[in-house]
T-cell receptor
Framework: DAKTTQPPSMDCAEGRAANLPCNHSTISGNEYVYWYRQIHSQGPQYIIHGLKNNETNEMASLIITEDRKSSTLILPHATLRDTAVYYCISKSGGTSYGKLTFGQGTILTVHP | DGGITQSPKYLFRKEGQNVTLSCEQNLNHDAMYWYRQDPGQGLRLIYYSQIVNDFQKGDIAEGYSVSREKKESFPLTVTSAQKNPTAFYLC?????????FGPGTRLTVT
């Protein structure tokens, strides 16, 4: 699974869009990009994943560059409850046991 | 409600004692996982199980043991051989590529 690189921390004003970048320059063709978040002292929560097309669900949008070397998670209208650590993970679809390798993630702080 | 439960939320033990952490899921998922998280760090895989009566070591299995006698249950035992057992322990189950996590158990060993 490719290594991912994220900024250690970001700030966002409540109500504005939060754009969290992730670099995965060594990603291979069959590796998906997954995003999870972890609110303090809770278990991680799945947000979204994609392979090469942009994806959107009720929580967020995922924009993957055409060369797939980087992606951006977008929370369109951030709230205080979105303050959390956000993890970007690349994982091969062929990894049968589904191991997720969590790095240190990005601490997103949403302020009033 | 479907989900994963871990109990207790906080657990305290004396050094040298084995302790078992509970993980139960009613999602009908085949695969289950145990992770450990230390302060300011990401998650590290301890053990995983893809099906009942089968489990495999993850990246940091030393000092831990598991069993998978039922689909719903995947208990983790932290043995006295684990040199730094104090940590936040997370259990997860998987459907497709998505993992669903329990609320975690914070274990403190003194």
């Amino acid at each position: 699974d490719a290594k991912t690189t994220q900024p250690p921390s970001m700030d966002c004003a409540e109500g504005r869009a939060a754009n969290l970048p992730c670099n995965h320059s060594t990603i291979s063709g069959n590796e998906y990009v997954y995003w999870y978040r972890q609110i303090h002292s809770q278990g991680p929560q799945y947000i979204i994943h994609g392979l090469k097309n942009n994806e959107t669900n009720e929580m967020a949008s995922l924009i993957i560059t055409e060369d797939r070397k980087s992606s951006t998670l977008i929370l369109p209208h951030a709230t205080l409850r979105d303050t959390a650590v956000y993890y970007c993970i690349s994982k091969s679809g062929g990894t049968s046991y589904g191991k997720l390798t969590f790095g240190q993630g990005t601490i997103l702080t949403v302020h009033p | 409600d479907g989900g994963i439960t871990q109990s207790p939320k906080y657990l305290f033990r004396k050094e040298g004692q084995n302790v078992t952490l509970s993980c139960e899921q009613n999602l009908n998922h085949d695969a289950m996982y145990w992770y450990r998280q230390d302060p300011g760090q990401g998650l590290r895989l301890i053990y995983y199980s893809q099906i009942v009566n089968d489990f495999q070591k993850g990246d940091i299995a030393e000092g831990y043991s598991v069993s998978r006698e039922k689909k719903e249950s995947f208990p983790l035992t932290v043995t006295s051989a684990q040199k730094n057992p104090t940590a936040f322990y997370l259990c997860a189950s998987r459907l497709g590529g998505e993992q669903y996590f329990g609320p975690g158990t914070r274990l403190t060993v003194t």
